[in-house]
């Protein structure tokens, strides 16, 4: 079987600096999972996960995604995956309907899927009422469903997620969590980073930590709860990575 993603010796700095961000980084995530990736703030994920969807590139080593290297199968690449970043990426004078139309064709969908597609996610995500009015009047919640909708508009193989559901009530989050999931039992793999880890556990059924740019553990959570007597994430995360401040 495929692997979702295969990371092989991935070293990454930005030009111009001595820092080097990722460092011998091998990850594999399997088709169908529900990965977490965790880390302290500065510890890498953020810029890993940019390099896994493409917006930022490497240069020494490798990226595959459903055995497409990414670098070398941008347009492939672009259909098989969707990012929900945690800023809002989508045009904030525009209505929920404008917005998918627009991403929509970005994204390759003839009119009739655009249509069809618009009008299931609004209706999922509870967002019909307000199809027509423009996002910058939206409540935080309803920006994050947008920001959902976009991303998963063209039905890709795999959704990366980045902090879903920050600054959210506790509805819209579980919400959110219940479709995630819906979507995963159809067969999306999810690569989620967040720090609900609360959350986290809840959704996630492998994770991995990463700090200084390398992958420290990475198993079933199940497992690593085990091995390393922890009661949750939260505990599993303070253990590995200490309690000192990262800021």
Same mark, same amino acid.
């Given at each position: #079987?495929?692997?979702?993603?295969?990371?092989?010796?991935?070293? /990454?700095?930005?030009?111009?600096?001595?820092?080097?961000?990722?460092?011998?980084?091998? %990850?594999?995530?399997?088709?169908?999972?529900? /990965?977490?990736? /965790?880390?302290?703030?500065?510890?890498?994920?953020?810029? *890993?996960?940019?390099?896994?969807?493409? %917006?930022?590139?490497?240069?020494?080593?490798?990226?595959?995604? /459903?055995?497409?290297?990414?670098?070398?199968?941008?347009?492939?690449?672009?259909?098989?995956?969707?990012f929900v970043p945690q800023d809002f990426s989508f045009y904030h004078e525009l209505s929920p309907v404008e917005n998918m139309e627009f991403f929509g064709a970005w994204a390759g969908l003839d009119k009739k899927r655009i249509k069809e597609k618009t009008d299931e996610l609004l209706s999922i995500l509870s967002l019909n009422h307000v199809r027509n009015t423009a996002v910058k009047n939206f409540s935080g919640g309803m920006k994050r469903r947008v920001n959902l909708a976009i991303a998963v508009m063209h039905e890709p193989e795999i959704l990366f997620l980045d902090e879903p559901t920050v600054g959210v009530?506790?509805?819209?989050?579980?919400?959110? #969590?219940?479709? *995630?999931?819906?979507?995963?039992?159809?067969?999306?793999? %999810?690569?989620?980073?967040?720090?609900?880890?609360?959350?986290a556990e809840d959704l996630c059924n492998t994770v991995a930590m990463i700090d200084e740019g390398k992958i420290i553990i990475h198993d079933n959570l199940h497992n690593l709860l085990k091995d390393h007597q922890q009661n949750g994430l939260e505990g599993l995360y303070l253990n590995l990575t200490g309690r000192a401040y990262r800021d």
């Amino acid at each position: #079987m495929t692997d979702a993603v295969l990371i092989e010796n991935l070293d /990454f700095s930005y030009k111009r600096s001595n820092i080097q961000l990722i460092s011998s980084l091998n %990850l594999k995530i399997n088709k169908g999972d529900r /990965f977490g990736l /965790f880390g302290p703030n500065g510890a890498g994920k953020t810029t *890993l996960m940019n390099l896994m969807t493409g %917006l930022i590139t490497y240069t020494s080593g490798s990226i595959q995604l /459903f055995g497409n290297e990414i670098k070398n199968n941008r347009n492939k690449i672009k259909k098989l995956l969707g990012f929900v970043p945690q800023d809002f990426s989508f045009y904030h004078e525009l209505s929920p309907v404008e917005n998918m139309e627009f991403f929509g064709a970005w994204a390759g969908l003839d009119k009739k899927r655009i249509k069809e597609k618009t009008d299931e996610l609004l209706s999922i995500l509870s967002l019909n009422h307000v199809r027509n009015t423009a996002v910058k009047n939206f409540s935080g919640g309803m920006k994050r469903r947008v920001n959902l909708a976009i991303a998963v508009m063209h039905e890709p193989e795999i959704l990366f997620l980045d902090e879903p559901t920050v600054g959210v009530d506790i509805q819209v989050r579980y919400a959110i #969590m219940d479709y *995630l999931k819906s979507l995963n039992k159809k067969g999306t793999t %999810l690569v989620y980073t967040s720090h609900q880890l609360k959350e986290a556990e809840d959704l996630c059924n492998t994770v991995a930590m990463i700090d200084e740019g390398k992958i420290i553990i990475h198993d079933n959570l199940h497992n690593l709860l085990k091995d390393h007597q922890q009661n949750g994430l939260e505990g599993l995360y303070l253990n590995l990575t200490g309690r000192a401040y990262r800021d």
